[in-house]
């Protein structure tokens, strides 16, 4: 198993927790003074209080946490965060109310979870022409039944 230094930045900050035996994301928790209120539309930055060393050739991926999106409408408002294996900083977490109601982000609650995923970088090289293949151009859903 792969390991990755967390460091608190806060002492009431909880590490990332799996919450079954094969879940892919590790939830992650809101380490903030106070509940948060979050109105109609809003984004707020949730913080996590915490900072991780992402292995090098790894990338962690900040995602919804289904409950909290299809029960409360908050989500991460960049859909998916990205966070490089260099950067140190604390885990933060921009949550986005898509619901009509005014939402709670409570101390200690579950924000978003983390997946650690291997990740390369590429040589992007400019080229006159490319492979042909039986897709083609075709995008947006273009592969699916007619």
Avoid: W
Wanted: glycine share 12%; hydrophobic share 40%.
């Amino acid at each position: 198993m792969q390991k990755v230094n967390v460091k608190k930045l806060k002492p009431d900050a909880v590490l990332p927790t799996y919450g079954s035996e094969f879940a892919a994301g590790a939830d992650l928790y809101a380490c903030i003074e106070n509940d948060i209120l979050v109105f109609p539309g809003e984004t707020v930055m949730i913080g996590t209080g915490l900072a991780m060393e992402i292995p090098e050739g790894y990338a962690g991926l900040i995602y919804a946490r289904s409950g909290l999106a299809s029960k409360k409408g908050l989500a991460p408002a960049n859909k998916v965060g990205v966070v490089d294996p260099d950067y140190r900083g604390e885990f933060m977490v921009a949550l986005h109310n898509h619901s009509k109601d005014t939402q709670t982000v409570a101390k200690g609650e579950r924000i978003a979870q983390l997946v650690i995923t291997p990740c390369i970088q590429v040589a992007f090289t400019e080229a006159d022409e490319l492979n042909d293949t039986v897709r083609g151009a075709g995008g947006f859903g273009s592969t699916g039944t007619k």
